[in-house]
Nanobody, 115 residues
Framework: QVQFVESGGGLVQPGGSLRLSCAVS????????MGWYRQAPGKQRELVAG???????NYADSVKGRFTISRDNAKNAVYLQMNSLKPEDTAVYYC?????????WGQGTQVTVSS
């Protein structure tokens, strides 16, 4: 069974940057679509960035131009580079497969953007 372990979150000031990492155990090569999701207090979980194994990416409008998703198949890992962070980016961030490739949710990593 595939498992996802997120790391790299923390407290950052507005305008700052963070790089999140997702370690994937199991058959990573079989997960064609990977995504980063976030859930803010009192809100539903939302997909913020996705990447297909061929390399195409998509982003939520709220993060477009600021976040970059990438995957390293050799390391069974997915990353989310977050720049120009805003207070509204504060949330718990999760990685998971998208659609048919969705698996069990990990613990997530907390990102807090505050001065």
């Amino acid at each position: 069974q595939v498992q996802f372990v997120e790391s790299g979150g923390g407290l950052v000031q507005p305008g700052g940057s963070l790089r999140l990492s997702c370690a994937v155990s199991g058959s990573f090569f079989s997960i064609r679509g990977m995504g980063w999701y976030r859930q803010a207090p009192g809100k539903q979980r939302e997909l913020v960035a996705g990447i297909i194994s061929a390399g195409s990416t998509n982003y939520a409008d709220s993060v477009k131009g600021r976040f970059t998703i990438s995957r390293d198949n050799a390391k069974n890992a997915v990353y989310l580079q977050m720049n120009s962070l805003k207070p509204e980016d504060t949330a718990v961030y999760y990685c998971n497969g998208m659609g048919l490739w969705e698996g069990s949710w990990g613990q997530g990593t907390q990102v807090t953007v505050s001065s």
